[in-house]
């Protein structure tokens, strides 16, 4: 019987390797690539199927895009973010691995291989997802302590179809939700980046503008009223909002095996959705619900960034997440300025906000509550903090009066 395996195959230097060394190393009788799609540009495709036929490589390339992109709004609903980074690389992890999985069951593979070294976070999201089948996992980058310079050696070795013009660039993470970029003296924590590091996003200038953002249950449905589906609304914001230089990050990123790596991520959509979202739900929750939820949200998205959004705590927060944003239902208005989307406009038929009640000029607008009935408030406000502030008074007062001595009380007995 011949023993095939799939492997996560992007075309860039480390999954090129992984194909010879699968049947030699391994000894596997074919290799099957898989490449998901969740919005990567055109050219990564162009050139991972380049590198495929060069090799000889079959490879199934697996539309992903709907599925991330719902996952994507589901991280909006939960104000998803990891330190900064609106969790891109993250997300799209298991959805691929999902993807990559059914595949190898689909073609009667024994094993699961991807690239990726023993440093990052990616072999723990992939293989989380993958350690759930029968099937052997395999990482020979990491397993056979593989360096880039040996696998530059041995790609050349082998004459293996390696693109010259990758060698030395940045290490890129490009989909849907965010771009990602590392390496090179970007690793160095102090290097300033210029302009050429950016490719979604144009430094800001003077320029601003205004778009409004419909949501229907905490998930953005419409762009300046017209709908679109979650792809749509993405790209288009994504461009939209990248125009004005807005979702640019430098994070110094706590990885999970402890590690602490220099990332710069743009992500204009990412950041134009979650704060238009945080604006509303500002409108429409009472400040328990949101107090509570930042708990929530924070251990959504630290699940989202380990890769786990498909355990039993999820599903838990994401029950209490779509109670509450049953009634994030409202329109926002965001105005691209300077780099940032600011929220400058929101409405929502679900408003907690009462003008009236907020308002010095009504009399009686909240049933039986009139303005004077503060004043019982008002007396108690603080009472517990001028008590305590009494009592030390008190205590230091009678300190004194004792001579001083006071202190040494304890050995006087
Ligand atoms: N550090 C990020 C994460 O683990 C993104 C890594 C992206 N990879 C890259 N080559 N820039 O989620």
Redesign the pocket.
Known sequence: MTEKVALAFSGGLDTTVCVPLLEEEYGYDEVIGVTVDVGQPEGEFAEAEETAEALGLEVHVVDAKDEFADLCLDAVRANAT?QG?P????LARPVIAQAILDVAIEEGCTGLAHGCTGK???QLRFEAVWRDSDMEVIAPVRELGLTREWEKEYAAEKDLPVEAGNEGD????TNLWSR????KELEEPGYVPGEEIYEWTTAPSGDTEEVEITFEEGYPTALNGEAMDPVELIETLNEKAGAYGVGRTDVM?D?MLGLK?R?NYEHPAATTLLNAHEGLEALVLTKDERSFKNYVDQEWAEKG?QGLVNGPLVQALEAFVAETNERVTGTVTVRFEGGQARVVGRESPYAVYSAEAASFNTEDVTGDIEQADATGVAKYHGFQERLANRAMERAKAEAVTDGGDSDTGANEE
């Open positions: 990891y980074y969790l891109g690389t993250a990052g976070n990616d940045w290490s890129i993470d990602s970029v590392e390496g990123e990885r790596v990332e960034y």
